[in-house]
């Protein structure tokens, strides 16, 4: 009997579709998602009685000493780092911490001679002409800039007064004080090669150029012009952010020189605490050398 009545064919029955006037509102909920819907709703629901009935029996004066580890930042209840410190000492054990805080000391010296070599390359390729300097505290202050004074005749020529056409060269490269070629160099320097007749006592004379061919070297090369000096504000750029990253690295050093040393044996007290980035500073007893 099983056999013929699973050789009947059955109705199919479909799922209720949403209808037509209700379709702006999205699927029809089945009673599977109606479940999942509820009882995530009763647990939120619960849990807000339960703090509720928390808060209202909440005894103001209630402390515990684990309250010395934690805080809230930003609205999160978390561990201070002294006690995520301990907590890994715990775990991993304190001699694993010491090798793990000695081979970040060493990594950041590494670090900071490696950048202190390549400042030191930078400033002698560079030579600094008209860059900043950098004071013996590391404050960096403007270098004077040095002037060039012109005379003219009259008050006129001083308001109408052109520095490229008074120094010969490109607009890009009035502002300098150094490697200003003029026109004439930046031309000869674009034009091709020309080979020597050493048989002849006559040189041949160089072809004029017309205009246009004159207007395109002159282009040629006030591109060349703001091309190198792109480069070379973007090498200072890169010289500057080193700076400020070996900096960086020997506060860093100094914090772990610190902390090294302040875990280690010995009777000490603090003198003055930390500020401005700098560690703290301690004194230790001395001791009777044997």
């Known amino acids: 009997m099983s056999s013929l009545r699973n ?52 005894n103001p004066d209630e402390f515990y000493f684990g ?103 490109l607009p890009e490269l009035a502002g300098r004080s150094f490697n200003r070629p003029r026109i004439e160099s930046l031309q000869k320097a674009a034009e091709p090669s020309r080979s020597i007749n050493y048989y002849d006592e006559e040189e041949e004379e160089p072809p004029q150029l017309s205009e246009k061919q004159l207007a395109k070297r002159t282009k040629l090369a006030r591109k060349t012009a703001k091309t190198v000096a792109k480069a070379r504000a973007a090498a200072y750029g890169e010289m500057e952010a080193r700076k400020k990253r070996v900096m960086e690295m020997g506060v860093a050093e100094a914090h772990l020189v610190t902390e090294k040393l302040v875990s280690s044996k010995g009777r000490k007290r603090k003198i003055k605490g930390a500020e401005d980035g700098k560690p703290a500073v301690y004194k230790w007893r001395r001791q009777r050398s044997r």
């Open 67 to 169: 309250m010395h580890k934690t805080q809230v930042q930003d609205g999160v209840h978390r561990k201070t780092e002294a006690a995520r410190q301990e907590l890994l000492q715990d775990e991993i054990g304190p001699d694993a911490v010491k090798i793990m805080k000695h081979q970040d000391l060493n990594y950041v010296r590494m670090q900071r001679q490696r950048d202190s070599k390549k400042i030191e390359k930078m400033k002698a390729s560079l030579h600094l002409l008209g860059a900043q300097n950098e004071g013996e505290e590391g404050t960096k202050a403007l270098s004077q800039k040095k002037k060039h004074t012109i005379f003219v005749s009259t008050k006129e020529d001083a308001e109408q007064f052109d520095v490229a056409e008074h120094f010969q060269t």
């Open 7 to 58: 050789a009947v064919k059955r109705v199919t029955h479909k799922e209720r579709s949403q209808p037509q006037a209700r379709a702006h509102l999205g699927l029809l909920e089945k009673k599977k998602d109606y479940v999942v819907r509820a009882k995530d709703y009763h647990r939120k629901e619960d849990r807000i009685q339960s703090m509720r009935r928390k808060a209202s029996m909440r």
